[in-house]
């Protein structure tokens, strides 16, 4: 028996040396994503959102890669003070610097990105239902399974505006976790 988890072990790492995460690879994730609001704007607001995210490797610096990144988030709840929202959120901008290219071990990784979110009232309450979403966040890609397949566990920090299109604008920050499965493939 010992022999036979030995061998699966062996096999299971030999597969994640062949994957690794750089310029022209691809990867899908799937997440949920939520948090709380934290100072500097309104307060009182929770937010859950679940998606997916599209990867794209565009060039490997050092020992790490850039990656150009697409979200579309079609499950979004605010619950927020005297009136919930439900919302939709695309994300068109998103690099994402991964700190390592081998996906046999984790992979640490740095993003910044925004986007917009459209709601179905007010966001914040008494502001605007059309927002942008500038993010920033840090995170790990931990690999599981012997075909490039990761669970992710991250940390952003996400800012909602309306960007001035009406008055008031007091913005709203949020501190979100987000956990997902996803691939990683070339």
Request: aromatic share 16%; charged share 15%.
């Given at each position: 028996m010992?022999?036979?988890?030995?061998?699966?072990?062996?096999l299971f790492c030999a597969n994640l040396w062949a994957q690794e995460v750089r310029s022209g690879s691809r990867e899908i994730e799937f997440?949920?994503?939520?948090g709380h609001s934290v100072a500097g704007g309104r307060g009182d607001t929770t937010i859950f959102n679940a998606g997916?995210?599209?990867?794209?490797?565009?060039?490997?610096?050092?020992?790490?890669?850039f990656e150009y990144e697409l979200e579309a988030i079609p499950i979004y709840f605010v619950?927020?003070?005297l009136?919930?929202?439900?919302?939709?959120?695309?994300?068109?901008?998103?690099v994402k610097y991964n700190f390592r290219r081998s996906a046999a071990r984790a992979i640490p990784f740095a993003e910044l990105g925004g986007g917009v979110l459209i709601s179905n009232h007010d966001v914040p309450f008494g502001t605007n239902a059309?927002?942008?979403?500038?993010?920033?966040?840090?995170?790990?890609?931990?690999?599981?399974g012997d075909r490039g397949y990761h669970?992710?566990?991250?940390?952003?920090y996400v800012h909602i505006s309306n960007a001035g299109l009406s008055v008031p604008n007091p913005g709203l920050n949020t501190i979100q976790f987000r956990f997902g499965v996803g691939k990683f493939h070339k």
């Open positions: 010992r022999k036979f988890l030995l061998l699966c072990l062996v997440f949920a994503q939520g997916v995210r599209w990867g794209f490797g565009l060039f490997d610096l050092g020992r790490g890669s619950r927020q003070p009136q919930n929202a439900y919302a939709i959120s695309f994300t068109p901008f998103d059309v927002n942008f979403t500038p993010q920033l966040g840090v995170g790990v890609h931990l690999p599981f669970a992710t566990l991250a940390l952003k």
